[in-house]
């Protein structure tokens, strides 16, 4: 059965960088692109990314575009989004989510998704 | 960016009620439409693909319809496990953008 582990809860200071890993099993891993998609406490989804495995090719959300890197190990089907100079406002849940529709050049519908990490910034 | 914007933003309803949230798009988007619905501490668990495609293994309560900048989502005979909030997405333009969210509470 397709299933997206994520790693664990981190708390950082501001300024610094956080990378969460969504690692993935039960399909073909390199046809299914991966967004990442946030949730500050009490608010609504926010997209911030996306890539896929079949070359790496990426879209980012222009809100964290200058702030945001996503990566693929294709040997290990991890997924990596890593968030830099860190604010206040990133604390929030962090999910992966697999596209629905294989092999797409942008992301679609969202049919598998992570258990969340969620990403704590304070002083 | 493309706006979706939900209505309403909170809803009560009673056990066996046909529940209706909509989801407007500030432009055309064809049929890339997609519903969601979150409990709480929980990662949001698709429902509806494509506009009113159910996905599989979901009730058959639930469904979906529209196109262009329209859509409606309604469960037909509301359940206890239904409560939840429901949000909507648009694929058709990147970035895919959400509705605010739908709070759907048991009266």
């Known amino acids: 059965q397709v299933q997206l582990v994520q790693s664990g809860a981190e708390v950082k200071k501001p300024g610094a960088s956080v990378k969460v890993s969504c690692q993935a099993s039960g399909y073909t891993f390199d046809s299914y692109g991966v967004s990442w998609v946030r949730q500050a406490p009490g608010q609504g989804l926010q997209w911030l990314g996306w890539i896929t495995p079949y070359n790496g090719d990426t879209h980012y959300a222009q809100d964290v575009q200058d702030r945001v890197i996503m990566t693929i190990d294709t040997s290990t089907s991890t997924a990596y989004m890593e968030l830099r100079s860190l604010r206040s406002d990133d604390t929030a849940v962090y999910f992966c989510?697999?596209?629905?529709?294989?092999?797409?050049?942008?992301?679609?519908?969202?049919?598998?998704w992570g258990q969340g990490t969620l990403v704590t910034v304070s002083s | 960016d493309i706006q979706m914007t939900q209505s309403p933003s909170s809803l009560s309803a009673s056990v066996g009620d046909r529940v209706t949230i909509t989801c407007q798009a500030s432009q055309d988007i064809r049929k890339c439409l997609n519903w969601y619905q979150q409990k709480p501490g929980k990662a949001p668990k698709l429902l509806i693909y494509?506009?009113?495609n159910l996905e599989t293994r979901v009730p058959s309560r639930f469904s979906g319809s529209g196109s262009g900048t329209h859509f409606t989502f309604t469960i037909s005979g509301l359940q206890p496990e239904d409560i939840a909030t429901y949000y909507c997405?648009?694929?058709?333009?990147?970035?895919?953008?959400f509705g605010q969210g739908t709070r759907l509470e048991i009266k």
């Open positions: 997405q648009q694929y058709d333009n990147v970035p895919p953008t």
């Open positions: 989510a697999r596209d629905g529709r294989s092999n797409w050049i942008h992301a679609n519908y969202f049919d598998f």
């Open positions: 494509d506009a009113s």
